[in-house]
């Protein structure tokens, strides 16, 4: 067993490290407050062909691996939370998906652009009566010559607006449920595509959650990705690996939060002596440090099980509510480290406090991530 990341995980930590430093983190503070997506970073990280990160050479990627994108989505996260999430649902609900299921066409016509960053991508499952049993999905797709019109609306976009290319599920056969609904790749141009309500949200607030709705929305049968009626078994198998990507988010808004608590309770002098000094804090720290120890080891094993090509889903979903819940627990923590002045945007931590929160709640609540872990043990 060997616990040493390889040189070129230490390589591409190092280069997101210091991008994240020097081009994310001084405008993370205004682009929340302001709501503002900004598509100027995701251009420069396309350059450093982070936008592509676990796909081959022969799609555009830069050919490394899940634990590298883990890496590239906890240093962006350790920033900003919401340039974190925009890659994470950019590479594994999007491109994941195409890069699995899609054929040759079109992994060049789709996944090609997504990872060279010249397009964004984006996942669409949810919709307003069917959240946590997204088997409930009302939207349809029916047979309409050599295309499919596509009718519903689905919510809780990231990257929704933004986005040039969509992996949407739809029912293509309404009576069979899970077993009549169908994936498709939708670009924003197509006839019938618009974006609704951009939600206001508590954290993660640059990066953009909308409704996208379709009306008649014209789609080419070449479009299918995967068979159809296969489209349910796609979405799961697609949130099995983007479960990671958030618990790898969630280590890294943890571990953002630890870094300036750390440097606060060195700094902060109260009765003559630095807070640091008073086991109250210290030790609150230590246990704070020790958590996020653990998620990462969890979140790595589940991104080098994925990489090693071998079972995945029960350690995805166990990385995802264990990092969630320490994301939590150790923002929550450092304001109280903070005290009053963790409570004001002077400083960062109660942007990852809120940030923190919607790692326990999309891509499967923390209660869906136990009933996939206890049906994995009991069935
Ligand atoms: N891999 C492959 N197949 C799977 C699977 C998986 N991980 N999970 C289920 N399936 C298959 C089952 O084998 C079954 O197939 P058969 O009928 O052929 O046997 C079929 O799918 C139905 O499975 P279940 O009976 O288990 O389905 P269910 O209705 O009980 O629901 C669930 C299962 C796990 C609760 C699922 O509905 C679920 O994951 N819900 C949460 C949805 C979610 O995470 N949503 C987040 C959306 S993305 C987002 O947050 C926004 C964003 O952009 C970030």
């Given at each position: 067993m060997n616990f040493r990341l390889s040189e070129e995980h230490e390589m591409i930590r190092k280069m997101v490290r210091d991008f994240a430093r020097n081009e994310v983190a001084p405008t993370a503070a205004e682009r929340d407050e302001e709501e503002r997506f900004d598509r100027e970073i995701f251009d420069k990280m396309a350059e450093l062909g982070l936008t592509g990160i676990p796909w081959p050479e022969e799609y555009g990627g830069i050919g490394s691996d899940y634990l590298a994108y883990c890496i590239a989505v906890e240093e962006l996260s350790r920033v900003c939370a919401s340039t974190g999430v925009m890659l994470s649902a950019h590479t594994s609900l999007a491109g994941w998906p195409i890069f699995k299921y899609g054929n040759e066409e079109q992994k060049q016509k789709y996944l090609r652009p997504l990872a060279e960053g010249k397009s964004i991508g984006a996942y669409c499952l949810t919709e307003p009566g069917s959240?946590?049993?997204?088997?409930?999905?009302?939207t349809t797709a029916k047979e309409d010559g050599d295309h499919y019109l596509l009718n519903g609306s689905k919510i809780f976009t990231t990257n929704g607006g933004e986005a040039e290319i969509y992996v949407v599920f739809a029912l293509t056969?309404?009576?069979?449920?899970h077993k009549g609904t169908t994936a498709f790749i939708v670009e924003s141009s197509f006839p019938g595509f618009s974006v609704g309500k951009k939600e206001k949200k508590?954290?993660?607030?640059?990066s953009p959650t909308t409704e996208i709705i379709f009306e008649d929305c014209r789609v080419p049968k070449e479009n299918i990705l995967g068979e159809v009626g296969e489209g349910f078994k796609i979405a799961m198998k697609t949130l099995d690996g983007g479960r990671n990507g958030i618990a790898a988010q969630a280590v890294g808004i943890a571990q953002g939060a630890l870094d300036a608590a750390v440097d606060y309770a060195r700094e902060r002098q109260q009765f003559g002596k630095p807070i640091a000094a008073n086991q109250g804090i210290s030790f609150k720290l230590a246990d704070m440090a020790t958590s996020i120890e653990a998620a990462r080891l969890l979140t790595y094993q589940a991104a080098w099980l994925e990489s090693e090509g071998l079972p995945y889903g029960k350690e995805s979903a166990m990385s995802k509510l264990f990092a969630g819940d320490t994301a939590m627990k150790v923002t929550t923590e450092a304001v109280q480290v903070f005290g009053g002045y963790g409570y004001t945007k002077d400083y960062p931590v109660e942007r990852f406090m809120r940030d923190a929160k919607i790692t326990q709640i999309y891509e499967g609540t923390q209660e869906i991530q136990r009933l996939v872990i206890s049906r994995m043990l009991t069935k």
């Amino acid at each position: 067993m060997n616990f040493r990341l390889s040189e070129e995980h230490e390589m591409i930590r190092k280069m997101v490290r210091d991008f994240a430093r020097n081009e994310v983190a001084p405008t993370a503070a205004e682009r929340d407050e302001e709501e503002r997506f900004d598509r100027e970073i995701f251009d420069k990280m396309a350059e450093l062909g982070l936008t592509g990160i676990p796909w081959p050479e022969e799609y555009g990627g830069i050919g490394s691996d899940y634990l590298a994108y883990c890496i590239a989505v906890e240093e962006l996260s350790r920033v900003c939370a919401s340039t974190g999430v925009m890659l994470s649902a950019h590479t594994s609900l999007a491109g994941w998906p195409i890069f699995k299921y899609g054929n040759e066409e079109q992994k060049q016509k789709y996944l090609r652009p997504l990872a060279e960053g010249k397009s964004i991508g984006a996942y669409c499952l949810t919709e307003p009566g069917s959240g946590s049993d997204a088997g409930a999905m009302r939207t349809t797709a029916k047979e309409d010559g050599d295309h499919y019109l596509l009718n519903g609306s689905k919510i809780f976009t990231t990257n929704g607006g933004e986005a040039e290319i969509y992996v949407v599920f739809a029912l293509t056969d309404p009576s069979s449920k899970h077993k009549g609904t169908t994936a498709f790749i939708v670009e924003s141009s197509f006839p019938g595509f618009s974006v609704g309500k951009k939600e206001k949200k508590m954290g993660i607030r640059s990066s953009p959650t909308t409704e996208i709705i379709f009306e008649d929305c014209r789609v080419p049968k070449e479009n299918i990705l995967g068979e159809v009626g296969e489209g349910f078994k796609i979405a799961m198998k697609t949130l099995d690996g983007g479960r990671n990507g958030i618990a790898a988010q969630a280590v890294g808004i943890a571990q953002g939060a630890l870094d300036a608590a750390v440097d606060y309770a060195r700094e902060r002098q109260q009765f003559g002596k630095p807070i640091a000094a008073n086991q109250g804090i210290s030790f609150k720290l230590a246990d704070m440090a020790t958590s996020i120890e653990a998620a990462r080891l969890l979140t790595y094993q589940a991104a080098w099980l994925e990489s090693e090509g071998l079972p995945y889903g029960k350690e995805s979903a166990m990385s995802k509510l264990f990092a969630g819940d320490t994301a939590m627990k150790v923002t929550t923590e450092a304001v109280q480290v903070f005290g009053g002045y963790g409570y004001t945007k002077d400083y960062p931590v109660e942007r990852f406090m809120r940030d923190a929160k919607i790692t326990q709640i999309y891509e499967g609540t923390q209660e869906i991530q136990r009933l996939v872990i206890s049906r994995m043990l009991t069935k």
